[in-house]
């Protein structure tokens, strides 16, 4: 079982930056790979970036290079770095950790507004 928990969300300025956070426990971290989707309100959940086991990523196409995934093992942690971000970044975004089951934290609320 693997339960994970998201923090760092927040209001923030169009254009300007946060760092999410996701602190896993359970199973063995390192040999798990690690997501982050969002879901705006009225919209299915969707995929933003992975990172797996073996440290390589992919993005969604939206994401145009503004952020970046990572993946700390020693702390059993995940983040995800958000630049230039834009109002239709606005979504409460998730962690994933796929083990063969998908696992899920609560999410934590990103607005993006002047």
């Known amino acids: 079982q693997v339960h994970l928990v998201e923090s760092g969300g927040g209001l923030v300025q169009p254009g300007g930056s946060l760092r999410l956070s996701c602190e896993a426990s359970?199973?063995?971290?390192?040999?798990?790979?690690m997501g982050w989707y969002r879901r705006v309100p009225g919209k299915t959940r969707e995929f933003v970036a992975l990172?797996?086991?073996?440290?390589?990523?992919n993005y969604a196409d939206f994401v145009e290079g503004r952020f970046t995934i990572s993946r700390d093992n020693a702390k059993k942690m995940a983040f995800l770095q958000m630049n230039n971000l834009k109002s239709e970044d606005t979504a409460v975004y998730y962690c994933?950790?796929?083990?063969?089951?998908?696992?899920w934290g609560k999410g934590t609320q990103v607005t993006v507004s002047s």
């Open positions: 990172i797996t086991s073996g440290d390589s990523t």
């Open positions: 994933n950790a796929f083990t063969g089951v998908d696992w």
């Open positions: 359970g199973s063995d971290f390192n040999l798990v790979n």
